[in-house]
Structure formats: C-alpha cells, structure tokens
C-alpha cells in the first residue's frame, strides 16, 4: 500500500477559464455527429500504448510489463456507460491536472477562436486537431470518470470525476493496474450510443487503423494492419481514403496519395496524402506537420517536425524506416545524420511526383495549386536546397491567358518568341489594375507575354528563383527594359508629334529639379503608348510590390527604394509642359503639374501613402482649368 495514498476526501479543483468555455460550448450545442466522440478517446488510448511501446524499448522498469497493448470498450447497455481502457502510459496526478484541467497547448484558444468563426456545428469535428478531444466526451456524458495510473512504478493511482460544469474532483486510488480507463456515464439524450453496434459502426468509420487491438465487449473489431507496408497493388482506392482520414483526423477526401518504397542510400516505406483542402486558407493559423515518423512500424514521432521541411506542413502520412535505430531520442531526431537523409530522399520524391502529376494530370494539379500554392511559394524563400526544384511548379496567370487560367515558367519559355531571352512578370492586385496600368504598354503593345502576380509573396518568389531554363526572370516595372521588337511595332504609325531629344533633355532636366530627391532621375521612355509617365525602379532588388509590402510593414513610412520617373515624350500633357514652359507660362502652375504627373505615376505603380497633397491639388488644378476665381488653396 502506498503511503501517500491517504487522502481522505475528493478534492475539488477548478478548470482553467479557457477549458470551461470550450466545455460550455461542448455540453450546450447540437452537433450532427456526437459519435466523434469514440475517435477522440481511442486516438487518446492509442497515443497512450504508442508512447508505452516506445518506453518498453528505452526504459527497462515499467509498472505492469505484462499487460496486453490493447483497447477494450465495454458497453453496458442498461446502465447506459461506456467505458475505454488502455494499458497505455498513464497519468500522474500531476499529468492529470494539466492534460485534463488546464492548457497543456495552445489549442484550446485556437479552437474558440474557429468555433466563433464558424457558423454551423461543423467546426465540431475538427476538435480533434486542436488537442482538446477529450473533452469531447461531454458531448454525450454527465458524468466523465477517468482511473489512471502512470507507467512509472511507483506511481500513485488516481481518480478523476467530472460533471463537466466548471469543477473535476481528484482522488487516489490504489490496486489500480498501469494505464488508463476512462468511463461515460451517458446522458438522457445520448443513450443511443449504448450499442455495442453503434459504436463498432463508429470504430470501423472512424478508427480502423488504429495499430492496436480494439475489442468492444471482448470482441475484435479493427484492421491492424500497418497498411504504408503492405503492397500497393493490394491497397483499394477506398482503404486509402480511409486511412487518410484516420491519419489526418480528416473529413476531406485526399487530393492524391503518393505510396513508395526506397532501399538505397535509406530503406523507407512512406505513404503520403496531399489534403483537398487547406485550413490555413480560412485563417486557422498555421497547422502543426501531418506526417508521423515510424521505425519498424513504431511510432517514434507523431506531427513530426524534422522528417519534412515546414513548408511541407500540409502533407499527412507515415514515414517508416527500419535504418533508424528504434531508441532514438526524439529530442537528437533533429540533429540526425539518418533523419536528414531521409528528409531528402522523401522531399525530392514528392517533388517529383507533383512534377508528374502536373505532366499527367493536369486538372488534378491545377486543383492542388489553387489550394496548396501556398505551400510550395514558400518552400522557394525558405528553402534554398529545393528552390530549382519546386521552381517548375509554380503557376500564374499572364498577359496571354485566360483570366483563371494559368500556366508554368516552362509554358511561358516553351511560346517564347525568338529574340527574347527574358521571363517578364508584374504584379498588382488585379487582372484590370494590371492591364489597365503603364507598365503593360509596350508589352501588349508588341504581343510580349508577361505573368500576372496577384499576392504580395510572389515577387519575393520570383526574385528568390532569379532564373528559369537560364532566362532572368525580370520585373516588368523595372527600368531600362530595352524590350525586343517585334514586327507590330513597326506597323503602328508613328504618333504626330514627338519631343526632340533636346526638348525632353531639358524637360527632363528641369523636372528633376523640381522634383527632387523623390526620383533618382527622370528619363525619356521608349516603352509608354498612351499614359504620360511611370514610375521604374532603378533598384533591381527592390521593385514598386516589393516595396508596397515593405510600406505595408513599416506604416507611414515613406516609399522605399530608388524609383525613377519615365516620361512619354509624345503624350499631349508632356508637349504641352514642355511648350508652355519655352513660353515661360506659370511657373506655380507647371510645379504642380509635374508634382501631379509624378504622384498620378505613384498611385499606378501603388505606391502613395497620402493621398491628401493629391487630392488639393487636383482642386486647385480644377479650379484653374475651370476658370474659377477663387483658389481653394489656403494660404500655406
Ligand atoms: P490531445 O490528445 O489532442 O493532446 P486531449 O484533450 O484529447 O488532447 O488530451 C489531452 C492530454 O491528456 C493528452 O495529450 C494526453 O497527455 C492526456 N491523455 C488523454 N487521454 C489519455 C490516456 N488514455 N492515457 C494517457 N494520457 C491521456
């Protein structure tokens, strides 16, 4: 009998605030599918027996080293409980009051913050990948017992009881084996999920691939098969939705599966699934790694973060090699020679199978794209070591598609017209604001192709690839384009009336006098058709999007990087600037216009912070073409 064990009554304790809330919404809405219950607990008990096998192989002394690895359900249909027990790691008391009463993660939060945001029941289900699915159990119990006792010989039994409604009472209990057995008292409306049938049904839907035993009433009821081992010739397209959706704790179908094994320089088994849709994209925030690592069909890391780079976070499955020594530490995976090996020989493969999959299957590619692109930009400014691999991956729209429509730098390479030796992108944050910019001009202009970039990371994309298929890849915002010719150009008729060189030196002289430090210089265009000036950047590191997302980040800021003013020199307002000015006309009044010129340039290439000075001066600009007396200007 052990000493410590004299405590004469249950104590009362307090859930943490954040626990409370998420049981209050638990016990008080309706959810459709209440049975997920039984996935929760059981994935809790499994978790449990991996983390004893796992113990078993590292630490000789364990309490009850006999006992079977198993889950048993027993349901008893009159008293109306269910109770699922584990010869799992167990709990101390203290494992018990910060797994079952407080955070032991940040979970908790994250999923109030999803239920809040989800309007219908369904944010329920994903309770599970939040690491709150015990309370889970409330769902359908008023009362939850949990009898635990840890692995640790000389550990002390407890009992933990709760109603679910702000309080749990803990005691000690002795004679109890190593493990876990928690039971559910079920509540008046939950008595349905007293069948033995119902809840096989569930343990079939939900856990069949559970690696150990599951017996409801004595009898087996899952598959235990480690499927990643078996021969995929063998596996049915419907055995791997299931397991993806056990080992994803999913509801999705898969996109597409990848199952494969590699004998040299490692031997592997992995089974890998791409998820059909992307959490983070609804602002979940960003989800924990999907894949687990096995040695020989033992868990030694579930989530794990070391066998595929972060940006692979949304990939689920199993990696199991039996070249990893089976008591590795999980905390020396990270700086393990095998595991880096590993993590290249999978990384490259998946790779490579969505280069085929893009070859052979373009829609489902197209798909994957549109939902996991995401994933793979930022595998490119992350990860110099696959940066040229996943290069041929990335897709956009351009100049030459369909809106929607979207191809790869191979695509665009592939249609390159002779005499052009660049890749050209821009970006903004539209198909119209980008067509109906300067910048596109010359390039519609003379039919050269550009692509189209609507999220603020894909420049740093493009500019971290710097080259494909040894062609630049060049902003197209960027001045000195120096664009090839092409036979159109040519056919165009040449505009009216241009600027000689002297009068658009000058011009260009003066305005840069007044504009002063705000440009490195203002030049002669070859590029505008219709608008009177853009702005370029001089600075090939830096360009306008690059340094909108800057200016995003350091508010208030003004404009980042060296841009320049490009000028058209047959556009009528230039003409027209440069001829009053000869005639020596309002000096005030041909400031403004330049500043004006200069700012409308800006707010094309997104870069005005204030658009107040604009606003002013386009009323006193009004007023004068108006001919109205009185200037709105004040006196300043
Ligand atoms: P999650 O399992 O996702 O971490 P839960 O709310 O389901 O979140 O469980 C919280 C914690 O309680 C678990 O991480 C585990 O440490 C502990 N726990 C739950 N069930 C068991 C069990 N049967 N055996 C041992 N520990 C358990």
């Known amino acids: 009998m052990n000493t410590q064990a004299n405590q004469p009554t249950p104590q ?10 998420v049981l209050d919404i638990v016990i008080h809405s309706l959810y459709t599918h209440k049975e997920i219950f039984v996935r929760e607990l059981i994935s809790n008990a499994a978790d449990a027996l991996e983390k004893i096998r796992h113990e078993k192989l590292v630490n000789k002394s364990i309490a009850d080293p006999g006992l079977a690895l198993e889950i048993d359900i027993d349901i008893d249909e009159d008293a109306k409980t269910i109770t699922i027990t584990d010869a799992g790691i167990g709990m101390t008391e203290e494992e018990v009051k910060e797994n079952l009463g407080a955070i032991a993660h940040s979970g908790t939060k994250k999923y109030l913050e999803a239920l809040k945001e ?22 359908v119990a008023k009362t939850v017992t949990v009898e635990t006792r840890s692995f640790h010989p ?55 691939f559970v690696p150990f035993p599951i017996k409801i009433n004595g009898e087996a009821v899952n ?39 590699v004998d040299v320089p490692i031997m592997l088994n992995a089974l890998l699934f791409a998820p059909k849709t992307n959490i983070e994209q609804f602002g979940f925030g960003k989800m924990d790694p999907g894949v687990n690592l096995y040695c020989r069909k033992v868990l030694i890391q579930q989530h794990s973060d070391v066998i595929l780079p972060e ?77 040229s691999d996943i290069a041929p991956l990335l897709m956009f729209e351009s100049s030459l598609t369909e809106s929607g429509e979207q191809i790869s730098l191979q695509e665009y ?60 890849l060049v902003s197209a915002d960027q ?42 210089a203002v030049r002669k265009s070859s590029r505008l058709v219709g608008s009177p000036a853009m702005i370029v950047c001089s600075d090939s590191q830096m360009n306008a999007s690059m340094q909108r997302v800057m200016q995003s980040i350091n508010k208030g800021m003004p404009s980042m990087g060296a841009n320049s003013l490009e000028i058209n020199p047959t556009h009528p307002i230039l003409l027209q600037v440069s001829k009053l000015k000869h005639e020596g006309a309002d000096e005030d009044f041909l400031k403004s216009a330049v500043e004006h010129i200069y700012e409308n340039a800006m707010v094309d290439a997104g870069l005005i912070a204030d658009p107040r000075i604009m606003v002013k001066r386009n009323y006193d600009i009004l007023a004068k073409a108006l001919g109205a007396k009185k200037e709105t200007s004040s006196d300043d």
């Open 12 to 21: 009362k304790h307090s859930f943490q605030a954040e626990v409370k809330q």
């Open 118 to 139: 989800a309007s219908s029941g369904g944010a329920v289900e994903l309770i599970g990948q939040f690491g709150v699915g015990f309370y889970s159990s409330f769902m």
């Open 154 to 208: 000389d550990a002390q039994g407890i009992l933990w009881t709760s109603e679910g409604e702000g309080e749990y009472t803990l005691e000690h209990k002795d004679d109890l084996k190593r493990g876990s057995k928690i039971t559910l008292s079920l509540r008046d409306d939950a008595h349905e999920y007293a069948s033995a049938d119902t809840i096989k049904k569930t343990v079939q839907k939900y856990s069949n």
């Open 223 to 261: 598959t235990i098969q480690a499927i990643w081992t078996r021969n995929k010739n063998e596996i049915t397209d419907e055995e791997y939705t299931e397991f993806y959706k056990f080992i994803g704790n999913a509801h999705d179908e898969p996109a597409f599966h990848l199952h494969f094994s």
């Open 311 to 387: 940006w692979l976070r949304f990939v689920k499955g199993v990696i199991d090699s039996e070249d990893l020594p089976l008591n590795i530490s999980r905390e020396t995976l990270q700086d393990n020679a095998l595991i880096r090996k590993l993590r290249k020989v999978v990384t490259s493969r998946f790779l490579k199978f969505l280069g085929e999959t893009y070859k052979t299957d373009r829609k489902s590619y197209n798909e994957f794209w549109k939902t996991h692109g995401m994933f793979l930009k930022q595998g490119v400014i992350d990860d110099f070591d696959y940066r």
């Open 413 to 472: 390479v592939d249609r390159m017209p002779t005499g052009q030796d660049r890749i050209f992108y821009i970006s903004g944050p539209s198909r119209d604001t980008i067509q109906s910019g300067p910048y596109m001009e010359a390039f519609l202009k003379k039919n050269i192709e550009v692509l189209y970039l609507y999220e603020p990371i894909d420049d740093f994309v493009l500019n971290a690839v710097r080259e494909f298929d040894k062609k630049q």
């Open 479 to 520: 001045g000195d384009l120096d664009l090839p010719d092409s036979p159109e150009t040519d056919e165009t008729p040449k505009p009216e009336e241009t600027l000689s060189k002297d009068d658009s030196d000058i011009l260009c002289g003066w305005m840069k006098g007044i504009l002063g430090e705000k440009v490195t």
